[in-house]
């Protein structure tokens, strides 16, 4: 994948800060049951940042089922180790960003792209790489406050790989277009 800016550290921990307060008040499990998952699922939370869906979707699929936490911050894939490590999660594995690649391709139940495409410098490369790792019937959840919808929905079924499926309160669920392995 191409390399992304990173942010700076202190702007990482001001946004683990921000986030700690949106999954108070919108708990991420919530979120998750919307989108569908469910145990033994495998789940990829795209842009993990502190782990907040990634710990809660490791608590839902069970120790059945894996979750691929990936993200170019050292200290987002830090903060996941740290939580493995204190709680003693056997079915998260982090992955550094540009290195998705080593994801089985077609093993992903759920590929989860919250609060993170409007920082993608090449969100059709990124929407590529995930449905090649999306199961036939696997879903893409998305949701990013700082796009329209009109935007966030031209820029993920433009790229002919993902049809809409659904929309939750938080969230909306795109199908992979089966047979479709190139951007348009």
């Not at 202190?10 to 979120?31: A, G, T, V």
């Not at 982090?94 to 290195?99: I, Y």
């Not at 969100?123 to 590529?128: E, Q």
Request: with cysteine.
């Amino acid at each position: 994948m191409k390399k992304t800016h990173q942010q700076s550290n202190i702007d990482f921990r001001f946004m683990s800060l921000e986030f700690r307060l949106r999954d108070w008040l919108r708990p991420p499990s919530k979120i998750l049951r919307e989108a569908g998952a469910l145990p033994g699922m495998t789940i990829l939370d795209f842009g993990c940042g502190p782990g907040g869906f990634s710990v809660a979707s490791a608590r839902l699929v069970g120790p059945e089922g894996c979750v691929f936490a990936v993200d170019i911050h050292p200290l987002a894939l830090n903060s996941i180790q740290r939580i493995i490590a204190k709680r003693g999660f056997k079915n998260i594995q982090t992955v550094f960003g540009e290195n998705i690649a080593d994801i089985p391709e077609g093993s992903v139940d759920i590929a989860l792209l919250y609060d993170v495409l409007h920082d993608l410098p090449d969100p059709g490369r990124t929407l590529v790489e995930l449905q090649r790792l999306l199961k036939p019937n696997g879903v893409l959840s998305v949701s990013d406050h700082h796009l329209k919808e009109a935007l966030l929905l031209s820029l993920i079924t433009g790229t002919g790989l993902y049809v809409l499926s659904g929309r939750t309160r938080w969230t909306f669920q795109f199908d992979r277009i089966k047979n479709s392995r190139t951007a348009k």
